[in-house]
């Protein structure tokens, strides 16, 4: 189990978060939406330590830890129990799609190296990359470069997986592939906290909807709840333009 208690995080003047608090159950994907700076990221980065929350406490499986006051110790024992893909994918661009893949266990883990290659090279053929295992990211696609991001995320055996908006850097024919990779991630059980503006996925995937604007969490429910019998008026404004941009493309 997963849960952020009264999550808060400003900058300078400006309150990203507002006592924000979720609890995810293990094997939930959670999915976040929200208007461009509504505070998703933010909450994700936090969740990683990726930024520093101002208030707050992070419960991963049986350890708590003050998001403030987190040690240096505490930090790297949440990170191991997590991962991150990124929306600009963030690849080493001096190592190869393997290497990329068998860093984390190396560094991390301490994995012997072996183990490490046989394991990388495993979850790159379950992303259909393993041919391209020697390419450097400079070599691949976008989609590639995101399902490398994927196999590295997967192949720590996270506790949580943290997607960024993980299509949101990839030409609309691309996006397809990477979110069929996301959702087997997501049916062998890996729980994962999602932040993105895919509907379709949404509501196929998700076991809960988290929408925020402006730092707060205006609305959280079922895929069936929240996207047809949404409560709350802002989420109701927020479907309804990003359902009408969606069916505006397609015409």
């Avoid at 006592?19 to 990221?41: A, H, M, R």
């Avoid at 995101?146 to 609309?172: C, H, K, M, N, Y």
Wanted: aromatic share 6%; glycine share 6%.
């Amino acid at each position: 189990m997963i849960e952020i208690k009264n999550a808060k995080k400003s900058f300078g003047k400006n309150e990203i978060l507002h006592d924000v608090s979720i609890q995810v159950n293990k094997g939930d994907v959670i999915v976040i939406l929200g208007p461009s700076g509504s505070g998703k990221t933010t909450l994700l980065r936090c969740i990683n330590f990726l930024e520093k929350a101002d208030a707050g406490t992070l419960t991963i499986g049986e350890q708590t830890v003050d998001l403030k006051k987190a040690s240096s110790k505490e930090i790297l024992e949440i990170r191991r129990k997590t991962a991150f893909v990124f929306q600009n994918y963030s690849l080493f661009h001096n190592k190869t799609a393997l290497e990329n893949v068998m860093e984390g266990l190396i560094t991390a883990r301490h994995v012997p190296y072996a183990d490490a290659k046989k394991k990388a090279e495993d979850t790159l053929a379950w992303v259909g990359l393993l041919a391209k295992k020697d390419a450097y990211p400079c070599q691949l696609s976008g989609g590639q470069q995101q399902r490398v991001g994927i196999a590295r995320a997967v192949v720590l055996d996270p506790e949580v997986i943290l997607f960024d908006e993980p299509t949101s850097a990839l030409d609309p024919e691309l996006v397809g592939e990477t979110l069929a990779v996301i959702k087997s991630v997501a049916e062998r059980g890996i729980t994962m906290i999602v932040v993105t503006h895919e509907m379709s996925f949404a509501q196929d995937v998700a076991s809960k909807v988290v929408f925020m604007d402006g730092g707060f969490i205006v609305e959280e429910g079922t895929p069936a709840e929240i996207f047809r019998h949404p409560k709350e008026e802002r989420t109701k404004q927020f479907l309804a333009r990003i359902i009408s941009a969606e069916n505006m493309y397609y015409i």
